[in-house]
């Protein structure tokens, strides 16, 4: 992240060494391009030194000294004219005849060793804790993490520490080294030491003692890192630190890994931030909760949000987000500007061609991806790098992080949202937003397309906003059945209590007629089955009775009988009204055995209000023939209920084993639990089934 120790102050304004921005009276006036920031950035790590234009054809451009070429002369021109050198004055730039070129200002960068932030440091104590720790144990430890999440900060807070107990404490800034071959002229430059000293560094390091070198942004110069072995086999006394966004690989390497700021330490850096440019802090809390989420809790992503408080309120920023890299970016006067943007911009610039377009294919998912479907929304060919090791990299450069997902036993990878962010824009630049968006489609579309399980549940509900985006995308297209498919697949989750899903249902059921009578059936089928568990009762009736038309004009027996079972849910009496629409759907089930053996169960559930002692007989019948998952359930919750009307307390057993196969299936759960309450209410247990209600509300909230 950009900071004062990235730039170079000139007697008429000053040069950003990252982005290459010149400023000149806290406006921008030019940018240096990237041949002239490598070329600049060389004069700036030899300072006073007459280079050889041969040596900066060499180190610069990567061209043979014997190559004969005005390269240099034109771009130190160039360069000249940007900065405004007069030539009346001295050049900052000077021309060494017969020679080459001579930077003059000999102490070009801020003096790396004075790095006292200007505002306070908030959270990350157990980090902080954790790193005087492994210090004390270790000689090198890497702060790892993504941009923004604090890293530079909390090394200097490490080295303010009055206790550290350090000779001396060295910080390098390595943004502002144009090549690895310049770390350790970057390193005499932190301890104070011309470049004389270079081939006496080692010795130097171990003459200091104990002595804790920090080194900023090690990724730009990965390749510099068996240096630091080198410097810590030579020094014993040595402790180096490290930020990074990638490990260094190196053997003496312990690393300390910076994830997103917990909630509460989020939200108390946004609010003191805010009061640092006179914002008042009586805004809602819950908004700046939603806030701080959004930003992933980074660090500075909360700070660059804080600073727009002087114009806009926590609601207003968060509304703004669509535009986060235009919001999150600070113009300030003395030239030090932070962009979140910049932050992420040079990580992606580092990226080889595989994992850019991975990173940017995979920003099609919303909520995280497995191995197996990046591979086929990536689609690497057979000469390219296995997927495998393409993601495996972006976790390492912090780009991308893991969580497992115990049900599934299935490691899944996800963005920050401010980097999904920013390789969704890449992913337009490249023009494959609509490749992306048809295999993203294919991919969930063909894992879904199968019986629903409860590891599939889990899975599901872990897709939710990636069915949504089909849904929507599917719309936008006229692929209706896309359309269809996305809601179906996450039918137990769309409840249609409020506007959005009941919006999804709608559009679903309009698709459904442009393609056909037995599509149709299923839409209205399932959607009076989940409408049915949200106690929607007459919508359910309704629609479960119109598929149930519907299939008997396509002569579909099996499914009319489904859709008749599903219009008992919303009867009221489980005898009286349910009994006749049973037997008229077990009249038609015939035509399949596992129809008509859950019809079978529904009758036993239904003459239980009627005839308890039948009505167990058939439920007993129901769960010896039971054989699958699905069946199994059905005769539990059949013989649950025949127990119940009997009054016994057997009924009870019967829900428990029935809560645990309908775990991750919230319109189940919320069934069974008020089942369950009111037996629980019918023995006489109050406490215990004022606790089942409230698990079966929870289920549905």
């Not at 070198?213 to 068996?226: C, Q």
């Not at 949000?305 to 999150?328: E, M, V, Y």
């Not at 932070?338 to 932050?343: G, I, Q, V, Y």
């Not at 002692?613 to 019948?621: F, N, P, Q, W």
């Amino acid at each position: 992240m950009s900071s004062s120790s990235h730039r170079l102050h000139l007697p008429n304004g000053s040069v950003d060494l990252v982005s290459g921005v010149i400023t000149r009276e806290g406006e921008d006036s030019g940018k240096l391009t990237s041949t002239e920031m490598h070329l600049l950035s060389y004069f700036v790590a030899n300072p006073g030194r007459a280079v050889p234009r041969d040596e900066l054809h060499e180190k610069v451009w990567g061209y043979s000294p014997r190559v004969v070429t005005r390269a240099v002369d034109l771009a130190v021109l160039r360069v000249r004219a940007k900065l405004g050198d007069d030539a009346e004055e001295k050049f900052v730039i000077a021309t060494e005849r017969g020679v080459g070129y001579r930077f003059l200002l000999q102490q070009p960068v801020e003096a790396s060793r004075r790095f006292e932030p200007a505002t306070s440091f908030v959270g990350r104590r157990g980090e902080l804790s954790a790193l005087e720790g492994l210090l004390t144990k270790q000689r090198m430890v890497t702060l790892l993490g993504p941009p923004g999440m604090g890293k530079t900060r909390l090394a200097k807070q490490y080295a303010l520490d009055p206790e550290q107990q350090y000779r001396e404490i060295w910080f390098v800034d390595l943004t502002v080294v144009a090549s690895p071959e310049l770390v350790k002229v970057a390193l005499c430059q932190a301890m104070g030491v011309g470049q004389d000293y270079l081939s006496e560094l080692e010795t130097l390091l171990a003459e200091a003692g104990e002595s804790l070198l920090i080194m900023d942004n090690f990724e730009t110069v990965l390749s510099a890192a068996p240096l630091v072995g080198q410097w810590l086999a030579r020094a014993p006394s040595l402790r180096v630190l490290v930020t990074s966004r990638e490990r260094l690989r190196i053997s003496a390497e312990h690393c300390l890994r910076l994830d997103q700021l917990p909630r509460p330490e989020a939200v108390q850096l946004f609010l003191e931030r805010s009061r640092a440019v006179g914002a008042p802090n009586n805004e809602d809390g819950g908004t700046i909760e939603e806030l701080v989420l959004r930003l992933d809790g980074n660090p500075l992503a909360i700070e660059l949000a804080a600073s727009r408080r002087s114009a806009l309120s926590p609601k207003d920023i968060l509304t703004q987000l669509s535009n986060r890299f235009r919001l999150l970016q600070t113009h300030p006067r003395d030239g030090a500007r932070d962009s979140l943007r910049a932050a992420v911009e040079s990580s992606w610039d580092a990226l080889e061609a595989a994992e850019a377009r991975t990173m940017a294919l995979c920003s099609v998912f919303h909520n995280g991806f497995s191995v197996a479907l990046a591979e086929v929304v990536v689609g690497l060919g057979d000469d390219e790098p296995w997927i495998v090791d393409v993601l495996e990299s972006l976790v390492d450069k912090s780009l991308l992080y893991t969580k497992k997902v115990a049900e599934l036993g299935e490691l899944r990878f996800h963005f920050f949202e401010y980097i999904r962010d920013f390789a969704a824009e890449k992913l337009g630049e490249l023009g494959l937003r609509a490749e992306a968006a048809a295999r993203h489609s294919e991919a969930l579309l063909a894992r879904f397309n199968s019986d629903w399980n409860q590891q599939k549940a889990v899975s599901v509900k872990a897709h939710l906003d990636d069915l949504v985006a089909i849904h929507e995308r599917g719309l936008k297209i006229g692929d209706h059945r896309a359309v269809v498919q996305a809601v179906l697949i996450g039918k137990y989750y769309f409840l249609p209590v409020t506007h959005e899903y009941r919006q999804l249902w709608v559009a679903a059921e309009d698709s459904a007629r442009k393609l056909g009578l037995a599509e149709q059936v299923e839409v209205l089928t399932h959607r009076a089955r989940v409408s049915a568990y949200t106690a929607k009762l007459d919508e359910a009736e309704a629609d479960a009775l119109s598929a149930a038309k519907l299939a008997e004009k396509l002569g579909d027996g099996k499914t009319m009988a489904r859709a008749l079972r599903v219009a008992c849910l919303a009867r009221t009496d489980l005898g009286k009204e349910t009994i006749p629409l049973l037997e008229r759907a077990l009249s038609v089930a015939t035509v399949d055995p596992t129809v008509e053996w859950e019809v079978r169960c529904d009758l036993a559930v239904a003459r239980s209000a009627v005839d308890p002692k039948a009505a167990l007989a058939d439920a007993e019948d129901a769960w010896r023939s039971a054989v699958g998952r699905s069946e199994k359930v059905s005769a539990s919750w059949a013989m649950g209920i025949a127990l119940l009307f009997q009054g016994s307390e057997e009924c009870l057993g019967w829900f428990v084993q029935l809560a645990d196969m309908a775990q991750k299936i919230p319109i189940f759960e919320s069934t069974v639990a008020s089942a369950t309450g009111i037996a629980h209410m019918r023995f006489g247990r109050e406490g215990e089934a004022l606790t089942c209600f409230s698990r079966a509300l929870e289920c549905t909230e």
